[in-house]
Structures are given as structure tokens and as C-alpha cells.
């Protein structure tokens, strides 16, 4: 069996435990040893000094970035075009250059060859807007972090630098955000999901880097949100929400059944469970039902159609990661009950909006309940507080909701919010109970 990962907080603890349970005799030097051997107790220091080098090499060449960029700005306007243009240049080639050879090259300092090829891309970022300045190049505000992210995830790639690759991700949301005007319907931006999602879905994989593969799917879920809300209103919206929380929640579950990517598992889960809980809280209102069941809701029907590429390929995508999905749950109730109720709402919900608001708002109340149900129920199974503290919670938040949407008295308020605050400290009491009972009959 390999072993689970663990965090560097209980690796130390038990760095200190071993040395107090030998002292008692509750364990054996040669149990020491293994114990030592399996967690990687000896490394914790050199881990911990490489982590306070990356913190400090980072802020330095923020700082340094200022420094430079300040300097630069303080000489501007009395240098010619050409010492200009050397200057900006000749700064990112040098730190990239420095970087590669301290950390590719000879390996003299790695932490420190690092930081001076992430100085060089941010500097790479300056020049961009410089270069426009010289050259009196006029452009929209955005235009400068689309070239930009090239260049950093180009980088990324070549040296396997994840605050490149963050670089990357970030400057090229904002590119999207800035060129699709938000929520323009005439945007060209609705590529960029696709393309964000074979750019940097890949790096995360080949790095096995968590938050990379967290920041990658979190831009891929808001950009494709905004692409559909932009081109078919409300209706989208929801058709995108819902498939993309699907899509989300079996990609993790195909990264669950890996021992290598298993780790990226409960962020796309987790990203899963928010998208399709978020769609069903929303349209859970009238308001919002009603404009979801409106003349223009059919998707296929808007003359934007381009726009909702990125919903239809997420649907597509569905399909074909479904039957892996599924084969990887066999055993698991839990994840098998939660990947039902997914997958049941994406279709009745879906279904509900095509016939009338009221169908819609009860469907979106009752799946949103059931949803709370399911995480309770798993919460128990598990004994996780997280997931039955998160169920409690959209139970108590639907009941919150309703009672301040519709016109009712302040006394039928004050007792449902008096019944919600009593039924969590009491549903809290019994979970505390149950946990102890199960504890104490697995002892």
C-alpha cells in the first residue's frame, strides 16, 4: 500500500512524539527508525528552510521588480529610444539568463535561479507596456496580459516554474475579463476556455501541481460562466453552471481512483458540488426562475450560438468521462450517492426550466435540500464535520431564504429563524454524540 501523504504540521508533531515515546519505552528504537524512515522526519528541516527561501526570494523580487521599474520611470523621459530599448531588454535577459544558469545549469542555487527567472518574466510584463510607449502603440487596457501570459507560460514549460505558470493563469483571466467587456454578447473571447484548459490543465498534471490545478479550473469555471451568461442570458447561465459542476465533480472523481493525481481529486469535487449548488440556491428564487423561463431561454435558438461553445463541449466532455467516472465508484456509496444527485440535477433541473418558473423553483428548492440530505448522510458516514456542517448549513441557508423572500409576519420570521438556530445546536449535539459512539465501538 503507498502511503498517504500527510501534512508537514503532523509530520512535526510526530517528529516530537517519537522522541518523548522512546523516553516512556512505548516504542522500540527500531520503531523509531521505521517510523522516522516512512514519514521522511529527517528532511522536515530542510524542507521547512527551502520553504522560508522561496517566501523570501519571492518578496525580494517583488520588491526588486518595484526598484527596477521605479528607476527606470525616474530616467525615462531623458533617454533616447534606443538606450530605452536596451534597458528593458537587457534586465529581462539578464535575470533569465542568471536564473537558468544558478538553477538549470550549474545548480549553484536553485531557489535563488528561480526567483530571478520569475523577476524576468515580471519584467517581461513591464516591457510589454514600455515597448508600447516607445512605439506609441494604442491598444485597449487588457491588451498588454495576453502577450504577457504567452511569454510566462512559455517559461513555465521550458524551466517547470509553477509561479510562472500562476503568472500565466492570471494575466490571461485578465486579458479575458478585460476583452470580454463583461458580459458582452459580442464578444470573440469565447475560445478562451478551451484554450486555457489545454494550456494549462496539461502543466498541472506533468508538475503534479495542486494549486496550479486549482487555479486552472477556477478560471475555467468563471470564464465559461461568463461566456454563457453574456450570450444567452439566464437560461445559459444555468445550462453551464449545472454541466460544468457535473463535469468538475467526475473529473475528480477519475483523479480519485489515481494513485499519482489523486490529490487533484477533492478540489474538482469540491469545485463540482459548488457550481450545481449555486445554480440550484439561485434559481431557487422567482425572480431569477422567471427570467430563466423566458422567450429567448432556448440555447439553440440564440444567434449567438458560438458563445455557448464552451457549455456544449463541457456537456460532450460529460458524456465521455461519465462511464470512467462511474467505473471508479463501484464500491463507494458516498461518492456514488452524491454523484447521482449531480447528475439527476443537471438533468431535472434543465428539464424543469423548459416548462415554467414555478416547475422550476420547486425542483431548484427540493435538489438543493436533497443535496444538503446527501452531504449530511456522507458527513455521518465518514465522520467528516466538514461535509455535515456544510449539509447543515445550505439547510439552514434555504430556510433563511425563504423566509425573508416571501412577505410574511415578523412573528412567523422570529420563529423560523428561532427553529433554524435550535435545530443546528441540537443537530450539532447528536452528530457529537453519534461521532463519540462510533469511536468508542470501534475502541
Known amino acids: 500500500m503507498k502511503n498517504k501523504k500527510v501534512s508537514a504540521q503532523f509530520r512535526k508533531q510526530l517528529k516530537d512524539e517519537i522522541s518523548v515515546w522512546q523516553a516512556e519505552d512505548l516504542i522500540s528504537p527500531e520503531q523509531a527508525n521505521a517510523l522516522t524512515q516512512r514519514y521522511q522526519l529527517g528532511k522536515i528541516s530542510a524542507e521547512s528552510l527551502r520553504t522560508l527561501l522561496g517566501v523570501i526570494y519571492g518578496i525580494g523580487i517583488v520588491l526588486v521588480a518595484i526598484g527596477i521599474i521605479s528607476f527606470v520611470a525616474y530616467h525615462w523621459m531623458g533617454m533616447t529610444r534606443t538606450s530605452k530599448v536596451v534597458l528593458v531588454f537587457g534586465a529581462m535577459l539578464a535575470c533569465h539568463g542568471i536564473g537558468i544558469y544558478l538553477w538549470q545549469i550549474t545548480g549553484m542555487s536553485p ?9 524576468g518574466s515580471l519584467i517581461f510584463g513591464a516591457n510589454i507596456g514600455l515597448m508600447a510607449q516607445i512605439f506609441h502603440v494604442k491598444s485597449q487596457w ?3 496580459f495576453l502577450p504577457w501570459s504567452i511569454g510566462a507560460i512559455t517559461m513555465a514549460y521550458a524551466v517547470s516554474s509553477v509561479p510562472n505558470a500562476a503568472m500565466a493563469i492570471i494575466t490571461s483571466f485578465i486579458w479575458f475579463v478585460g476583452q470580454h467587456g463583461w458580459f458582452d454578447s459580442t464578444s470573440t473571447s469565447w475560445w478562451y476556455p478551451f484554450v486555457a484548459a489545454v494550456v494549462f490543465v496539461p502543466f498541472a498534471y506533468i508538475k503534479r501541481s495542486e494549486v496550479v490545478f486549482v487555479m486552472t479550473i477556477s478560471c475555467l469555471v468563471v470564464s ?3 461566456c454563457a451568461a453574456g450570450a444567452v442570458d439566464f437560461f445559459g447561465w444555468l445550462v453551464s453552471a449545472l454541466s460544468t459542476g457535473a463535469l468538475l465533480f467526475c473529473w475528480g472523481l477519475v483523479s480519485y481512483g489515481s494513485d499519482k493525481f489523486k490529490s487533484f481529486a477533492i478540489p474538482a469535487m469540491v469545485a463540482g458540488v459548488i457550481s450545481t449548488g449555486l445554480a440550484e440556491y439561485l434559481f431557487s428564487f422567482q425572480e431569477l426562475a422567471e427570467e430563466v423561463t423566458g422567450a429567448d431561454r432556448l440555447i439553440f435558438g440564440n444567434s449567438d450560438f458560438l458563445h455557448t461553445n464552451p457549455t456544449i463541449a463541457s456537456l460532450v466532455v460529460l458524456l465521455l468521462l461519465l462511464p ?5 465508484i463501484r464500491n463507494h456509496q458516498v461518492l456514488k450517492a452524491i454523484t447521482r444527485i449531480i447528475i439527476a440535477t443537471l438533468v431535472v433541473v434543465t428539464g424543469s426550466a423548459f416548462i415554467n418558473e414555478i416547475l422550476l423553483v420547486v425542483v431548484a428548492n427540493i435538489g438543493f435540500l436533497v443535496m444538503a440530505a446527501v452531504l449530511v448522510w456522507a458527513g455521518c458516514q465518514l465522520e467528516n464535520r466538514r461535509l455535515f456542517w456544510v449539509g447543515v448549513l445550505m439547510v439552514a441557508l434555504m430556510v433563511v431564504s425563504r423566509t425573508l423572500e416571501y412577505e410574511t409576519g415578523l412573528l412567523i420570521k ?4 428561532t427553529a433554524c438556530g435550535v435545530g443546528l445546536v441540537v443537530t450539532g449535539g447528536i452528530f457529537e454524540k453519534y461521532l463519540k459512539r462510533r469511536r468508542t465501538a470501534g475502541e
Open 111 to 119: 531557489k535563488l535561479g528561480h526567483a530571478l527567472i520569475c523577476l
Open 142 to 144: 487588457n491588451g498588454m
Open 224 to 226: 465559461t460562466q461568463i
Open 324 to 328: 470512467f467516472a462511474i467505473k471508479r
Open 414 to 417: 422570529s420563529a423560523a429563524f
